[in-house]
């Protein structure tokens, strides 16, 4: 079974830095790109950013320069290391995968960022 779990700590002052992981299992890690989306309420859901089996990493441009993707194949761990807080990063944050033609999402873990 297909599962992903998120986990950080969840709320930061303007400016600071938070890190989220998430944990997966079920499928063959190293051979899938791997995503973070975000959102806010009455909002739909953002792709925030991707890495790929490569390593090759993409982001949105509103965390450009801010964020940073990784993942560590050996853990079937995906991070998002985030800094340069902004309270527009206010939002709920989820790790997801495109598996057997099915998007398939980690139940999400809410960052507040305060100013």
């Known amino acids: 079974q297909v599962r992903l779990v998120e986990s950080g700590v969840g709320s930061a002052q303007a400016g600071g830095s938070l890190k989220l992981s998430c944990a997966a299992s079920?499928?063959?890690?190293?051979?899938?790109?791997l995503d973070w989306y975000r959102q806010t309420p009455g909002k739909e859901r953002e792709l925030v950013s991707s890495?790929?089996?490569?390593?090759?990493?993409t982001y949105v441009a509103s965390v450009e320069g801010r964020f940073t993707i990784s993942r560590d194949n050996a853990k079937e761990m995906v991070y998002l290391q985030m800094s340069s807080l902004k309270p527009e990063d206010t939002a709920m944050y989820y790790c997801?995968?495109?598996?057997?033609?099915?998007?398939?999402w980690g139940p999400g873990t809410q960052v507040t960022v305060s100013s």
């Open positions: 079920g499928f063959s890690f190293t051979n899938r790109a």
């Open positions: 890495i790929g089996v490569d390593g090759t990493t």
């Open positions: 997801s995968l495109y598996y057997l033609a099915a998007r398939i």
